[in-house]
Structure formats: C-alpha cells, structure tokens
C-alpha cells in the first residue's frame, strides 16, 4: 500500500496524460486496498480501465478484449503473486495470444524467484513492492512515451519534407502548422495515400466518396483535387493525364 498525494504530482499526471489518454490498460492485484488506489490513479490517466483480481479472470478478460476488438491492452499490469493463476502463468499465457504486448510487474522482494523467468518470457519493466508513487509515475512515463512515439510513427504519413498527415486524427500539417480540410479533401487525400506511387483513377476517387456518403460527378472531382493541390502549396499530388492522379513518395 502507498499513500497518494495526487495533489503533488498534479503538474507530473498532466504531463502524463499527454501519452496515456487514449490507452487502455488492465490492472491485476489481488490485494483490494492496492487495487482501488492503483484504479483511482489510473483512472485519471487511461481511456480504459479494466481490473482482475487474479490472473484467471484476468486472462479472460484478455481474451475477451482480443477477440472484441482483434488487439489486447497497450499495457497489461500485474501482480506476481495470485490465487488461482500467479503472474507468471499469466504472463505465459498472454504472450501465447500476443507476443508483443507489454507487460508491467509489480514484484516483492519475496518474488525474486520468479524473475529471471519473466524476464525470460521478455518482460523488460517491474516497479517493486511497496510501490511508491513517484516511481511508479516515472515508470508510466517512459513506459506510455515509448509506446505513443511507435503509435505516432505508425500513424504519421510524411508525404514531403514538410508535409503530413496525421491518419487518426485526419489532420493534414505543413511546416507544423495545422491546415483545415473539408470531409471529400481529406477523403480524397486518403485514397492517394493508401496508393503511394500508384495512380488513383477518377473511378476510384467517385466510389470512395460515394462509399462515404459523398456523391460527385466526374467534374467535380477536377475541382476538389485543385482545390486540395492548392493547400497543398507543391506538386504533391500529380495528374496522370486521362487517367486520374498520383502522389510519389518522397526521399525527404
């Protein structure tokens, strides 16, 4: 158990938030005191908050969120020590279904035993028993920072040297600068980025937007891809004469 001055580290969990709030995680502790006050800080920092009291109904609460949304928690937080199915056991199983998912381990001096296997099975962070609240922030900075940084790589298209957009956000920049798009731009930018270096025909362009509600002629597409070339401010976006339009990766 550890006391909680959230007051202290107010300006810390804001800093935090930044990383952790569109993330969800799942706390197993089987201890209730330490689980109501690891749940009431996570809860101001996570989307999604889920809490098992041992690794058995842990483990189907894992399941449960693969098989609902085909992907487990960004991070899955554990005691060692449980009924019915210790951390360890867990940890095996979880990376039975998910090889990569990241795993935190709370571990008491008491469980030294167990960790040379956990490290084995590729669990890399452990916060010790008793858990002291400016470490364990510490721990979730440089655990969630690492793992936005992967999830903004993935999600940010450099489509120039100072153009890109952002696909979940659906926000195009340039030079850093935010640029407004209307719905067809960004429908439109979308479908040339899911073919880089492919021509996207005028065809392609009308069904995609027919797809999302947006029903245009061929004309109008010559405006819309003007208009969104001029926000693009370069050659970005190329016309393949007859055919449709291009954009070419680049080297940056």
């Known amino acids: 158990m550890f006391d909680i001055d959230l007051d202290l580290y107010k300006q810390h969990i804001k800093e935090l938030r930044k990383y952790t709030k569109n993330m969800s995680v799942l706390l197993v502790e089987d201890y209730p005191q330490l689980q109501k006050s690891l749940q009431k800080i996570f809860l101001q920092l996570f ?3 889920e809490v098992a009291s041992d690794g058995k109904e842990a483990l189907e609460l894992y399941k449960e969120k693969v098989k609902k949304e085909a992907a487990g928690y960004d991070i899955v937080f554990s005691d060692i020590a449980m009924p019915n199915m210790n951390g360890v056991e867990l940890t095996k199983n979880i990376k039975k279904i998910y090889r990569d998912q990241i795993i935190i381990i709370f571990s008491a001096h008491q469980d030294s035993n167990y960790l040379l296997e956990l490290i084995n099975l ?11 609240l400016k470490k364990l922030l510490d721990e979730l900075i440089l655990t969630c920072r690492n793992i936005y940084d992967r999830q903004d790589i993935s999600n940010k298209v450099e489509l120039s040297k ?3 957009y952002h696909k979940k956000e659906r926000e195009l920049y340039i030079n850093n600068e935010y640029i407004k798009l209307s719905n067809y731009e960004q429908f439109i930018l979308e ?3 899911s ?7 005028n065809d392609e362009i009308v069904n995609h937007l027919y797809y999302n509600g947006i029903d245009v002629t061929f004309e109008n597409i010559r405006k819309m891809v003007y208009k969104l070339r001029k926000k693009l401010s370069n050659d970005l976006i190329q016309n393949v004469h007859g055919i449709g339009y291009r954009i070419t990766a680049s080297d940056n």
């Open 47 to 49: 989307e999604e908050v």
């Open 122 to 132: 590729e669990v890399r962070r452990f916060i010790l028993k008793p858990i002291e």
């Open 162 to 164: 100072n153009i890109s």
């Open 191 to 193: 479908i040339f980025i």
């Open 195 to 201: 073919k880089i270096n492919q021509t996207v025909s």
